[in-house]
């Protein structure tokens, strides 16, 4: 190993990116599944060519479709390994929040020099199962409170109001996918903003990324 690369891996702070995908199986009509494997692949091949000094991409997807399953355990994205997601079963969203934030507020996992995580919720229904207790205890948790959050919610049946809950700002926007090629647009924003941030001088501040395609509006 090289000097340059040694200094940089063990310079380097971990950036967390996690990502709550509901795989209920609504997910499994009209290609939104299929569209949502090939966003999530490729926002994390793109993160694979991320490299800096200051900030290491790590990567997890937590997804909530019958149960709530750590699908990609956190780790270096240049390191992860994708297997597609199925669809089935309804929405257990809240115990989706919980697993989030089991996750980012273990320190072996995410250690105390991580910058502060990403948080990006996806659905297309309404939760199943009691989520506001869990969403508060998330939002209220030193991690998850301090997280950048963004959400998306696809179709005309997903819950809008839980979703905005989920970004605690009145201001911050739910994006929106009628269809599934959409769902791809949005990860591509997802992939700009926290690669932005891994480039910038301080990645704890939010950095704006352009819409990819000029100007589109999910």
Known sequence: MSKLKEFTTQAARPLPVVILADVSGSMGVDGKIQALNLAVREM??????????????????????????????????ADASWTDLGANGGTPMGAAFDLTRTLVEDRNTVPSRAYRPTLVLVSDGQPTDEWKQQLDALLKSERGGKAFRMALAIGADADHAVLQEFLADAEARVYRADEARQIRKFFQLVTMSVSA??????????????????????
Request: net charge negative.
């Open 44 to 77: 994390i091949d793109a993160f694979k060519d991320e490299d800096d000094l200051r900030s290491e991409i790590h990567v997890s997807v937590i997804t909530f479709g019958g149960k709530a399953n750590v699908h990609l355990p956190l780790g270096r994205a």
């Open 197 to 218: 941030r891994s480039r910038s001088a301080n990645p704890n501040v939010a950095a704006p990324a352009a819409d990819p395609n000029g100007g589109w509006d999910l």
